[in-house]
């Protein structure tokens, strides 16, 4: 997820900073078609990577949560564009150096392969914490809870 966002930012700046006699050619529209790709590759991880990290019973809450300031953000883009007008570069500019915050901001997240999701918020936190200490291994059954019983 951190490479996606990376490459997408990186490629933004470079599309924003382009000589003004190429600007309208084919070399800008490959480097915004690349980091379109790049984001959409980061908007996919999101998902599924949003989706282990919130516990069972919030994790509806945890995903419209996102989804909701996903929808801000693409509210605010077309004003945004109107930035263009002061000086060229700074649409390219904010795009590229927020998808370049996002991927540092990633880097503290935890590895989830191999792991339960977590089932409370306590587990979620320990998650975060690095002290989930449940790992799934080839062959291994998932833990018998209660609420998947019958006879409760």
């Not at 480097?31 to 919130?54: D, H, K, P, Q």
């Amino acid at each position: 997820m951190m490479i996606y966002l990376m490459a997408s930012g990186i490629s933004v700046l470079v599309a924003g900073f382009l000589p003004v006699n190429i600007a309208s050619g084919w070399i800008p529209n490959g480097v915004l078609l690349f980091a379109r790709m790049a984001n959409c590759g980061s908007w996919t991880i999101i998902y599924i990577f949003a989706a282990e990290l919130f516990p069972t019973n919030i994790r509806n809450i945890g995903m419209s949560h996102g989804g909701f300031w996903s929808r801000i953000g693409e509210l605010s883009s077309p004003e945004i564009l109107h930035l263009s007008d002061i000086y060229y570069p700074s649409t390219f500019i904010l795009f590229g150096a927020v998808n370049i915050i996002a991927s540092f901001v990633c880097y503290p997240l935890p590895e989830t392969k191999g792991t339960h999701l977590p089932d409370t918020i306590e587990e979620a936190e320990n998650l975060m914490d690095g002290k989930l200490a449940i790992q799934m291994k080839s062959g291994d059954e998932l833990p018998d809870d209660d609420v998947f019983r019958d006879d409760v």
